[in-house]
């Protein structure tokens, strides 16, 4: 497996509480991504990082932001978690973002947050 | 918008025989298409990646092709095992003719091979 590692790994905490998931990589990787995964939608973007303290939104970056402050470390923050952020959250890695070089994205082990 | 399709119904085989998954997509024109395992409770794994210009890609058991004129990607797995069941993915990305080079991710088909 690529060098990348998710924290917590489980999580459970109440409507309105902030949250914090951590993606940490030793693959010295440029890009970063966070994907929420549910059933009957796959996978979606929430937001991606091009560098440090580069970041850009994805599909669905309503109630998430991120911070990049070093290159290994990519965290991303529910500010008040609600309960349609209960998901499973992949981080990704990837070299490049060029088209079919080097793009491909290697995955985190994931983290299962649950909202109540 | 964009749209990805994969057939949402689990793919059920015979150990032994030939795989064939597919991935239709409308409203753009992706310049790469990469194909992803999932087994469950783990992050996706690449498999393959497939450019524009070329038709077919092959790796061991694994084959993938890509028309872009009936806009779709088929993913062939021969002699199937027990161990390749598992949700497989794919994921058009864009080029430098527009869209995004982040590839968009079809939500998998499951495929069961039976011994």
């Known amino acids: 497996d690529a060098g990348i590692t998710q924290s917590p790994r489980h999580k459970v905490t109440e409507t309105g509480t902030p949250v914090t998931l951590r993606c940490h990589q030793t693959?010295?990787?440029?890009?970063m991504y966070w994907y929420r995964q549910d059933p009957g939608h796959g996978l979606r973007l929430i937001h991606y990082?091009?560098?440090?303290?580069?970041?850009d939104k994805g599909e669905v970056s309503d109630g998430y932001s991120v911070s990049r402050s070093k290159t290994e470390d990519f965290l991303l923050t529910l500010e008040s978690a609600t309960s349609s952020q209960t998901s499973v959250y992949f981080c990704?890695?990837?070299?490049?973002?060029?088209?079919?070089?080097?793009?491909?994205?290697?995955f985190g082990p994931g983290t299962r947050l649950t909202v109540l | 918008s964009q749209k990805i399709e994969q057939n949402s119904e689990a793919l059920n085989i015979q150990e032994g025989k030939t795989a064939t998954l597919t991935c239709n997509y409308t409203?753009?024109?992706?310049?790469?298409l990469q194909w992803y395992r999932q087994d469950p409770g783990r992050g996706p794994v690449f498999l393959l990646l497939?450019?524009?210009?070329?038709k077919e890609k092959r790796k061991e058991r694994l084959k993938v092709t890509f028309d872009t004129t009936l806009k779709q990607s088929l993913f062939h797995i021969t002699a199937s095992q027990p161990a390749d069941s598992a949700t497989y993915l794919c994921?058009?990305?864009?080029?430098?003719?527009?869209?995004?080079?982040?590839?968009?991710f079809g939500r998998g088909t499951s495929l069961i091979v039976h011994p």
């Open positions: 497939i450019r524009e210009n070329e």
């Open positions: 990704a890695i990837s070299e490049s973002l060029a088209s079919g070089d080097h793009n491909e994205q290697f």
């Open positions: 409203n753009y024109s992706p310049a790469y």
């Open positions: 693959e010295n990787h440029r890009y």
């Open positions: 990082s091009y560098g440090v303290k580069d970041t």
């Open positions: 994921a058009p990305g864009a080029g430098s003719s527009g869209g995004s080079y982040i590839p968009t």
